[in-house]
């Protein structure tokens, strides 16, 4: 069992800054595949980023690219995602997930294991 926990979450204004870490624990993260996804209020939960276990592939959803940045160090058996000039439409509860495997994976039934989420609040 993996258990994923987020921190970092909070309120900002627009263009702020913000970044996320996700620990893991249960399974060295060299063996995981992660990636962040986000629920805004009203709406469905979305891909934001994927990471595979050696960095080398990375996605992101297109409305974050050049924004965002995810990472991991498998060493400390964490995931990050640095958020820069953060919009309203940021806004939302962030998950932290990851599944047995190398590769990335960008869809949410990919996925086994999720944290709880932390909050993210961009005003303007």
């Known amino acids: 069992q993996v258990q994923l926990v987020e921190s970092g979450g909070g309120s900002v204004q627009v263009g702020d800054s913000l970044s996320l870490s996700c620990a893991a624990s249960g399974r060295p993260a060299i063996m995981l595949s992660m990636a962040w996804f986000r629920r805004a209020p009203g709406k469905e939960r979305e891909f934001v980023s994927a990471i595979d276990w050696s960095s080398e592939t990375i996605y992101y959803q297109e409305s974050v690219k050049g924004r965002f940045t995810i990472s991991r160090d498998n060493d400390k058996n964490m995931l990050y995602l640095q958020m820069l000039n953060l919009k309203p439409e940021d806004t939302a509860v962030y998950y932290c997930?990851?599944?047995?495997?190398?590769?990335?994976?960008?869809?949410?039934?990919?996925?086994?294991?999720w944290g709880q989420g932390t909050q993210v609040t961009v005003s303007s």
């Open positions: 997930t990851a599944r047995d495997g190398m590769s990335a994976f960008t869809s949410a039934d990919d996925f086994f294991y």
